[in-house]
Protein backbone atom coordinates (compact mmCIF):
# COMPACT_ATOMS: atom_id res chain seq x y z
CA UNK A 1 0.00 0.00 0.00
CA UNK A 2 1.23 3.48 -0.82
CA UNK A 3 1.45 5.49 2.11
CA UNK A 4 3.14 9.45 2.65
CA UNK A 5 5.72 8.45 4.83
CA UNK A 6 6.49 10.88 8.31
CA UNK A 7 10.04 9.31 9.20
CA UNK A 8 12.64 11.50 9.65
CA UNK A 9 15.09 12.35 6.81
CA UNK A 10 18.31 14.05 6.15
CA UNK A 11 18.04 16.17 2.60
CA UNK A 12 20.86 17.56 1.40
CA UNK A 13 20.80 19.42 -1.82
CA UNK A 14 23.51 18.82 -4.45
CA UNK A 15 24.46 19.00 -8.00
CA UNK A 16 22.94 16.17 -9.92
CA UNK A 17 24.44 12.88 -8.69
CA UNK A 18 25.63 14.84 -5.14
CA UNK A 19 22.24 15.79 -3.74
CA UNK A 20 20.73 13.26 -2.01
CA UNK A 21 18.17 12.16 0.90
CA UNK A 22 18.62 9.80 3.76
CA UNK A 23 16.05 7.77 5.61
CA UNK A 24 17.14 7.76 9.08
CA UNK A 25 14.10 5.80 11.39
CA UNK A 26 12.98 3.58 7.95
CA UNK A 27 14.79 0.12 9.34
CA UNK A 28 13.56 -2.05 6.31
CA UNK A 29 14.35 0.26 3.51
CA UNK A 30 14.08 -0.79 -0.12
CA UNK A 31 14.63 1.58 -3.34
CA UNK A 32 11.92 -0.86 -5.28
CA UNK A 33 9.62 0.31 -2.97
CA UNK A 34 10.05 4.27 -3.38
CA UNK A 35 7.64 5.50 -5.72
CA UNK A 36 8.55 9.21 -5.74
CA UNK A 37 9.90 12.44 -3.42
CA UNK A 38 8.23 15.63 -3.72
CA UNK A 39 10.30 19.05 -2.49
CA UNK A 40 6.70 20.46 -1.15
CA UNK A 41 8.62 23.87 -0.18
CA UNK A 42 9.13 24.68 -4.07
CA UNK A 43 6.18 22.33 -5.65
CA UNK A 44 8.64 20.08 -7.58
CA UNK A 45 9.32 16.00 -7.58
CA UNK A 46 12.91 15.43 -7.38
CA UNK A 47 12.32 11.46 -7.52
CA UNK A 48 10.19 9.44 -9.75
CA UNK A 49 9.98 5.89 -10.60
CA UNK A 50 10.18 5.26 -14.68
CA UNK A 51 11.82 9.08 -14.74
CA UNK A 52 15.24 9.05 -16.36
CA UNK A 53 15.94 12.81 -15.45
CA UNK A 54 14.61 12.37 -11.78
CA UNK A 55 15.85 9.03 -11.17
CA UNK A 56 18.52 7.73 -8.77
CA UNK A 57 22.09 7.82 -9.43
CA UNK A 58 23.35 5.88 -6.50
CA UNK A 59 22.52 4.03 -3.03
CA UNK A 60 24.26 3.90 -0.13
CA UNK A 61 22.61 2.22 2.45
CA UNK A 62 19.18 4.79 3.31
CA UNK A 63 21.00 7.53 1.39
CA UNK A 64 19.35 7.49 -1.99
CA UNK A 65 21.23 9.76 -4.52
CA UNK A 66 19.55 11.76 -6.79
CA UNK A 67 19.60 12.16 -10.57
CA UNK A 68 17.96 15.23 -10.25
CA UNK A 69 19.75 18.84 -9.54
CA UNK A 70 18.72 20.36 -6.02
CA UNK A 71 21.61 22.52 -5.67
CA UNK A 72 19.23 25.71 -5.62
CA UNK A 73 16.75 23.48 -3.00
CA UNK A 74 17.37 24.26 1.00
CA UNK A 75 17.91 21.18 3.65
CA UNK A 76 15.11 22.76 5.06
CA UNK A 77 12.78 22.62 2.82
CA UNK A 78 9.79 19.98 3.35
CA UNK A 79 10.08 16.48 1.46
CA UNK A 80 6.87 14.28 0.64
CA UNK A 81 8.20 10.78 0.65
CA UNK A 82 5.12 8.19 -0.90
CA UNK A 83 6.70 5.09 -0.18
CA UNK A 84 5.08 1.39 -1.00
CA UNK A 85 5.63 -0.33 2.17
CA UNK A 86 5.17 -3.97 2.72
CA UNK A 87 2.47 -3.12 6.13
CA UNK A 88 -1.10 -3.78 5.48
CA UNK A 89 -3.52 -0.53 6.43
CA UNK A 90 -4.16 -1.33 10.25
CA UNK A 91 -7.73 -0.23 11.47
CA UNK A 92 -8.20 0.32 15.20
CA UNK A 93 -11.15 -1.32 16.93
CA UNK A 94 -12.95 1.57 17.12
CA UNK A 95 -13.08 2.50 13.37
CA UNK A 96 -13.89 -1.26 12.72
CA UNK A 97 -16.75 -1.61 14.88
CA UNK A 98 -17.63 1.41 13.00
CA UNK A 99 -17.29 0.31 9.88
CA UNK A 100 -19.09 -3.00 10.96
CA UNK A 101 -22.13 -0.85 12.28
CA UNK A 102 -22.26 1.06 8.74
CA UNK A 103 -22.26 -1.77 7.05
CA UNK A 104 -25.13 -3.63 8.74
CA UNK A 105 -27.41 -0.35 8.27
CA UNK A 106 -26.66 -0.13 4.47
CA UNK A 107 -27.43 -4.03 4.25
CA UNK A 108 -30.89 -3.42 6.37
CA UNK A 109 -31.77 -0.08 4.28
CA UNK A 110 -30.87 -2.21 1.39
CA UNK A 111 -32.56 -5.99 1.86
CA UNK A 112 -35.40 -4.84 0.00
CA UNK A 113 -34.51 -3.25 -3.02
CA UNK A 114 -33.05 -6.66 -4.39
CA UNK A 115 -34.94 -7.71 -7.51
CA UNK A 116 -36.62 -10.48 -6.46
CA UNK A 117 -37.21 -12.07 -10.59
CA UNK A 118 -35.90 -11.69 -13.48
CA UNK A 119 -38.33 -9.36 -14.78
CA UNK A 120 -36.22 -6.93 -12.44
CA UNK A 121 -39.55 -6.45 -10.36
CA UNK A 122 -39.53 -5.64 -6.46
CA UNK A 123 -41.17 -6.74 -3.44
CA UNK A 124 -43.00 -3.62 -1.89
CA UNK A 125 -44.52 -3.01 1.62
CA UNK A 126 -47.69 -0.58 2.10
CA UNK A 127 -47.03 0.17 5.55
CA UNK A 128 -50.52 2.08 5.96
CA UNK A 129 -53.28 3.28 3.54
CA UNK A 130 -55.99 2.14 1.91
CA UNK A 131 -56.25 1.04 -1.44
CA UNK A 132 -59.25 2.46 -3.54
CA UNK A 133 -62.27 0.22 -4.87
CA UNK A 134 -63.90 -0.10 -8.17
CA UNK A 135 -67.49 0.65 -8.10
CA UNK A 136 -68.71 0.49 -11.45
CA UNK A 137 -67.12 -0.50 -14.44
CA UNK A 138 -69.74 0.67 -17.54
CA UNK A 139 -67.90 0.16 -20.91
CA UNK A 140 -64.47 -1.01 -21.79
CA UNK A 141 -63.23 -1.59 -25.50
CA UNK A 142 -59.80 -2.87 -27.45
CA UNK A 143 -60.80 -0.80 -30.37
CA UNK A 144 -62.59 -3.53 -32.27
CA UNK A 145 -65.11 -2.86 -34.31
CA UNK A 146 -68.79 -1.67 -32.85
CA UNK A 147 -70.35 -4.66 -31.36
CA UNK A 148 -67.49 -6.80 -30.66
CA UNK A 149 -66.75 -5.20 -27.35
CA UNK A 150 -64.36 -8.38 -25.76
CA UNK A 151 -61.15 -7.49 -24.11
CA UNK A 152 -58.45 -9.85 -24.59
CA UNK A 153 -55.99 -10.07 -22.32
CA UNK A 154 -52.82 -8.32 -21.91
CA UNK A 155 -50.12 -10.66 -22.16
CA UNK A 156 -47.21 -7.78 -21.91
CA UNK A 157 -47.04 -5.39 -19.51
CA UNK A 158 -44.63 -3.42 -22.45
CA UNK A 159 -47.70 -2.80 -24.16
CA UNK A 160 -49.40 -0.47 -21.43
CA UNK A 161 -46.52 1.99 -21.31
CA UNK A 162 -44.48 1.27 -24.44
CA UNK A 163 -41.53 0.18 -22.35
CA UNK A 164 -39.93 -2.94 -20.59
CA UNK A 165 -39.46 -3.69 -17.15
CA UNK A 166 -38.02 -0.56 -16.89
CA UNK A 167 -40.84 1.43 -16.21
CA UNK A 168 -40.79 -0.59 -12.49
CA UNK A 169 -37.10 -0.01 -12.60
CA UNK A 170 -37.60 3.80 -13.00
CA UNK A 171 -40.64 3.87 -10.24
CA UNK A 172 -38.70 1.72 -7.43
CA UNK A 173 -35.48 4.24 -8.14
CA UNK A 174 -37.46 7.47 -7.67
CA UNK A 175 -38.85 5.96 -4.63
CA UNK A 176 -35.88 5.00 -2.83
CA UNK A 177 -34.33 8.47 -3.61
CA UNK A 178 -37.35 10.42 -2.36
CA UNK A 179 -38.08 8.68 0.76
CA UNK A 180 -35.70 6.54 2.09
CA UNK A 181 -32.56 8.10 0.62
CA UNK A 182 -33.12 11.25 2.45
CA UNK A 183 -33.39 9.44 5.51
CA UNK A 184 -30.05 8.06 5.53
CA UNK A 185 -28.22 9.34 8.72
CA UNK A 186 -24.21 9.06 9.01
CA UNK A 187 -23.01 9.52 12.25
Given at each position: ????????????PGIS?????????????????????????????????????????????????????????????????????????KITDNEQQ??????????????????????????????????????????????????????????????????????????????????????????
Amino acid sequence: MKDFLVTEYIFSPGISGNGYVEFINLDDFDITRLVSIINQTRGVIIYATGSVEKAYSSISGKRVFLNFATSTHNSNDKLQIVYNSSRSLKITDNEQQDLIKLLSRLVKIMENQQACDSAQRQRVTIDAGTLPTVSAVTQITNGLPAGNNAIGAITNAAQIAGMNQEQYINIARNVYANSIRSKLEFS
